[in-house]
């Protein structure tokens, strides 16, 4: 695990080492075990180290025999092992115990087609001399982030993007349409950056850099097939036995370190699995870790001390007083580089700080709900058709109004019955697709987009729907909805959340929800198998009930939040006048300050929960002010 960086001019540069060593030292935390540099002409790579794997004998670059090939590589691949046996019998020698030796013998065998045998997370570039080549590719999920910037002189790619600003300040020019993907979903997703010019790699894609001509290549190697054939054949007993299977050699593989490592444990069904999984593999006690809450409406450390005592964790429970991260949570939001304003990324923070306290490893229960179908909006296309059912169509387009709406739903926070009703509400009228990237939109409506910008902003809803091209609407509807979550939120939001988070500690996450072979298998199920009446994560649950707690679903499970609303009438409300202020608002020239000034007074005076709108504008700002002015 480690963070890596890359520089290729059309023609030689002098200090182009010195650039890729100031790269480097931007991301000393993502790796600060060890760094490495290779220079051979006009390309440059380099990486910093945190050594997982080999501690010993697997630095970086690392070159083949002949040395007309070298590679630097982030992440882990969980099938090394497999691949390193197969390619021994094949004649194949080694000089490491490394996954990245296994990622490059691959890559001498097989070429461009090695990226489908790998399962893990990864982004890697390879300078192959003889074809003239770099090749840079990302793992299927996006779990391992990459930035890239190319013109007719270079092509510069990173781990993380202070790395390409520090270097070049000259790109910090701010992207219209990546404007209005996070103020819209909190969060800007590939292929966008907020600067113009700069583009993340998407998921499950790799790049071919003619290092001669500059020409780029842009392919995709994998992505989930929405027309496979499903199972309908397949007894519910034997589909279990097909995810007890996958999920446990998935957790087992991500299990391999030669580093201490522990788990996530929250209290939800899905980090409470993975825990109870590891403690049936492991021969020592699983090391757990948890956070609680001074704020009972939020703590769910109670059922993670269940899970705990029935598993027989060495348990490590830490309780979040927010005073212990304010002065620290313009460290954690800035550390994004792009303007990101999901607020769980602070918890995120604070336990990974505890937990790298004593492993660097740490396993998650992230991707659950998208794999096995959790979350509470794929219960739309039953609700739909309850509302169709149920109420009148002359009643349909009165709820729908967003004046009624308003009327009767505007109070209470994310939490509550009412906020949830309203978005249930908005969406009665809309087609499955565009009602979902309706419930994505966890910053700004468009309506309210239209109203805090003076300028014309993007419809966030076409530039999401453009980017997920025509999905087939004779597809399954549930497949459909986790597919979006898939290509969207999980590799925008999530991912990005856990890795920032993670590695500002110097601590590797691993999620074993996250096997694609696993989420293959789920794709190819009866949905029923995933969401039985109302039952969300049907399969999942009942597949490892057996290693839980008596009982253990039957508890309420709350979710990963903070109380922002409540900090900006209290503890935050200054800083967020001040960072809200006229002065700085209208230093971007982007705004409608007397709409603004309406969301923080009725926020305020509590006439409504704007904390959605206020934390978004409050995490675009601290970014704006240091990034821009």
């Given amino acids: 695990m480690c963070g890596i960086n890359g520089l290729l001019y059309k023609e030689a540069t002098l200090d182009i ?19 490495g540099i290779y220079h051979v002409g006009q390309v440059a790579m380099g990486m910093r180290r945190l050594s997982i794997i080999d501690l010993s004998t697997g630095n970086q670059p690392m070159y083949n025999d002949d ?12 099938n090394y092992k497999i691949l390193k046996a197969e390619l021994e019998l094949a004649g ?3 000089d490491t115990q490394s996954d990245t030796e296994v990622i490059l013998r691959l890559y001498e065998k097989y070429g461009e087609s090695m990226l489908g045998k790998l399962n893990g997370m990864f982004a890697f570039s ?47 020019k701010v992207d219209r349409d990546a404007l209005a993907l996070f103020f819209s979903l909190t969060y800007i997703p590939a292929p966008y950056s907020i600067y113009q010019n700069i583009e993340k790699l998407l998921p499950g894609h790799y790049l071919k850099i003619n290092t001669l001509t500059l020409a780029v290549e842009d392919r995709q190697y994998w992505d989930i097939n929405l027309h496979d054939k499903v199972e309908t054949n397949i007894s519910y007993v034997d589909a279990q036995k097909n995810i007890h299977k996958l999920l446990f050699e998935s957790v087992e593989q991500r299990m391999i370190a030669d580093v201490p490592l522990g788990v996530f444990l929250s209290g939800g069904v899905d980090s409470t699995i993975i825990a109870a999984i590891m403690a049936k593999i492991s021969d020592k006690k699983v090391k757990t870790f948890s956070v609680g809450y001074e704020n009972k409406r939020y703590d769910e450390s109670a059922r993670a001390r269940q899970v705990a005592a029935h598993i027989g964790s060495e348990h490590h429970e830490y ?8 002065d620290i949570a313009d460290k954690i939001i800035l550390n994004y580089d792009e303007p990101y304003a999901d607020s769980s990324c602070l918890p995120t923070w604070f336990i990974s700080s505890k937990t790298a306290q004593h492993v660097k490893v740490a396993l998650t229960g992230d991707g659950g709900d998208e794999v096995f179908g959790g979350y509470n909006k794929y219960m739309l296309p039953h609700y739909r058709r309850r509302v ?5 169509d002359f009643i349909k387009p009165l709820l729908a109004k967003k004046s009624l709406a308003d009327i009767l739903l505007s109070r209470g926070d994310s939490k509550s019955i009412f906020s949830k009703a309203r978005k249930v509400v908005g969406i009665l009228n809309e087609d499955l697709i565009s009602g979902h990237l309706n419930l994505l939109a966890l910053g700004f409506r468009q309506d309210e987009l239209d109203q805090l910008f003076t300028g014309e902003i993007s419809d966030y809803k076409k530039l999401l729907a453009d980017h997920l091209g025509t999905i087939d609407p004779e597809v399954d509807e549930l497949k459909q909805l986790r597919y979006i979550d898939k290509q969207i939120s999980l590799e925008g939001d999530m991912l990005v959340k856990v890795d920032r988070a993670s590695m500002l500690c110097s601590l590797e996450c691993r999620s074993p929800f996250l096997d694609h072979r696993l989420m293959e298998y789920t794709y190819k199920l009866p949905d029923d198998y995933l969401i039985h009446k109302g039952n969300k994560k049907r399969i999942l649950k009942d597949t490892f009930e057996n290693l839980l707690p008596e009982k253990f679903f039957n508890s309420p499970k709350s979710g990963f939040e903070i109380p922002v609303g409540e900090w900006f009438r209290g503890p935050l409300k200054n800083d967020m006048l001040e960072t809200l202020s006229d002065v700085h608002l209208k230093q971007s020239g982007l705004f409608n300050i007397s709409y603004i000034k309406k969301l923080i007074s009725d926020h305020c005076e509590n006439k409504a929960n704007n904390s959605r709108q206020l934390w978004t504008l409050y995490c675009f700002q601290k970014w704006f002010k240091a990034n821009i002015h």
């Fill in 67 to 78: 040395n007309d090939i070298a590679i630097v590589f982030n992440g882990e691949i969980y």
């Fill in 126 to 172: 390879i300078h192959d001399k003889k074809k003239e080549l770099i090749f840079i590719a990302r793992d299927r999920f996006g779990e391992k982030p990459l930035y890239y910037y190319h013109n007719n002189e270079k092509f510069v790619w990173a781990s993380e993007l202070k790395s390409i600003v520090s270097l070049f300040p000259e790109l910090k």
């Fill in 92 to 94: 194949c020698k080694f």
């Fill in 319 to 326: 309780i979040l007083d927010y005073k212990d991260i304010f």
């Fill in 388 to 392: 169709n059912m149920y109420i009148p």
């Fill in 17 to 35: 080492v010195e650039q890729l060593q100031l790269m480097n030292h931007r991301i000393i935390h993502r790796g600060p075990d060890d760094d």
